[in-house]
Structures are given as C-alpha cells and as structure tokens.
C-alpha cells in the first residue's frame, strides 16, 4: 500500500533518477504526522480552552516536583523555548488563575512558579484525555512496533544533539 511519500519519492525518481532522495522517506512521514498528531492534539486542548502551550506549561508543572513548582529558568530549560515566549504564557495562565509568580523563598531576587489549586484540577482533568489522544494516534501500532519506534526516534534525536543536561 503507499502513501503520499511513495508518491512524492516516485515522482521524484522519475524527474530526478541521478537524486538519492530516499531521506525524505522518513522527513516527510515525519514531518506528515507530525502535523496529523498536532491537529488531533489540538483538538482535544481545545476541548479544555487549552493550546499546546498552556498545555505544556501546566504538564511541566504538575511532573516536576511535589509542589508543582519551578522558575522560570526551569520551565524554559523544559520547554526548550525563551523566556520571552515562557513569560508569555505565564501571563495568560495566571490571568485565567491557574498558576501563580511568588518571590522565592531561597533566592530574594528569583520567582518560583506553581500550579494553582484550579490548575492542578484542570492538568489532572485533561492529562487522561491526552494520554487517550495519542492511544488512539498511535492504534496502528503494537506495543513491541511502539518501543521499537520510540528506540529509533531517541537514537536519532540525540545524533542531532537533542540530549538531556
């Protein structure tokens, strides 16, 4: 059976024989369902007036620590995005009071970020959802086929230098 890659790749066989483009095989299904699973994503936060953002700033919150706590540091570190975006976001999260900027309590000059009462209600409410979200976006797959990518994407992602600290 094939799919819009193999005839994107097909294509390009014919009009360019002396290319190699076997890469875009696994870029463009990449690429593609990386668009599909961000449309199924998105339609589930939607459901609880959520964005892939918020989403991720309230999920980050909520595995960090007992206290659902970080800086601003932290959450940006996590969220590999600026403080300029994170500052952003937490804005809007605490205009809807579902986190909270207090001085930190170990460095007078720092800010700790926490989960509100309302926001760890709503990240418990929508973590199920989510975690059905991408069940469902990955039934396709057996278990052993799920590992196997996942070993795969870890593999390639850390050649490309996507590495914990």
Known sequence: ??????????QWA???PDLD???MAVIGRVSRLALLFDGELRR???QHDLDRASFDV???LRRSNAEHSLTPAG???SSMVTSGAITQRLDRLEERGLVKRSPS???GRGVLVKLTPAGLKLIDKVLPTHIETENRALAALSADERDALAGTL???LESLGDKTD
């Open 21 to 23: 483009a076997s890469p």
């Open 58 to 60: 309230l999920a980050t």
């Open 1 to 10: 059976m094939a799919d819009h890659v193999d005839q994107v790749l097909s």
């Open 75 to 77: 959450l940006m570190r």
């Open 44 to 46: 589930n936060f939607a």
């Open 14 to 16: 014919e009009q360019r």
């Open 105 to 107: 309590a170990t460095d």
């Open 154 to 156: 870890r593999k390639l």
